[in-house]
């Protein structure tokens, strides 16, 4: 008998995410709210995240929405950008560093393997360092399982890869 499977990952395309920053720049540079003002949005170390500059909170939140909204054009989620950090205020100037969220972690790993257990009795889910690993003697299965998985209320954005 068959054994199907696939992987859950939680992973951004860098391509993408470097065409999202170049569309919010020339949109940042653009409008006339932010003519004469530190409005703007750099790479962190490593593109592995943005660093938005604003003369306040409010105008860090405003370029925020930018790029979420240039996310949302892309059909990204917005979920993979991580807000946790603090605006840091001074010279009369507002700093916010935004990472990438990359990987599960082992809480959300177990979170969704229970989930997968207790919902699918005939599905097996191991967890493998930042991804899961769902296998199944049935493709229907599986694809009830990613329907599931959808419905779940996961901070980060998920990704289906290496169905087989």
């Known amino acids: 008998m068959a054994t199907f499977s ?13 065409n999202i920053y170049l569309q919010s ?15 703007a949005i750099e790479w962190m170390s490593d593109k592995a995240g943005i660093k938005v500059t604003g003369s306040n909170e ?3 939140d405003a370029v ?4 979420r909204k240039k996310l949302a054009s892309r059909e990204l989620s917005s979920k993979v950008l991580d807000l946790s950090k603090d ?10 560093e935004v990472p990438f969220k990359k990987g599960l972690s082992q809480e959300q790993s177990k979170q969704i393997a229970k ?3 207790d919902d699918f009795k005939k599905v097996k889910a191991q967890i ?12 229907d299965d599986l694809q009830s399982v990613m329907a599931r998985v959808r419905e779940l209320d996961v901070d980060t954005p998920l990704q289906f890869i290496n169905f087989r």
């Open 64 to 67: 925020l929405d930018i790029v």
């Open 58 to 60: 409010w105008q860090v």
């Open 115 to 117: 989930v997968i257990r």
């Open 6 to 18: 696939f992987d859950i990952v939680s992973d951004y395309d860098k391509a993408e995410m470097n």
């Open 25 to 39: 720049e020339k949109e940042i540079g653009s409008r006339y709210d932010f003519k004469g003002t530190p409005a």
């Open 87 to 96: 605006i840091h205020e001074s010279n009369m100037r507002a700093t916010k």
């Open 128 to 139: 493998q360092g930042e991804e899961l690993r769902i296998s199944a003697s049935s493709k």
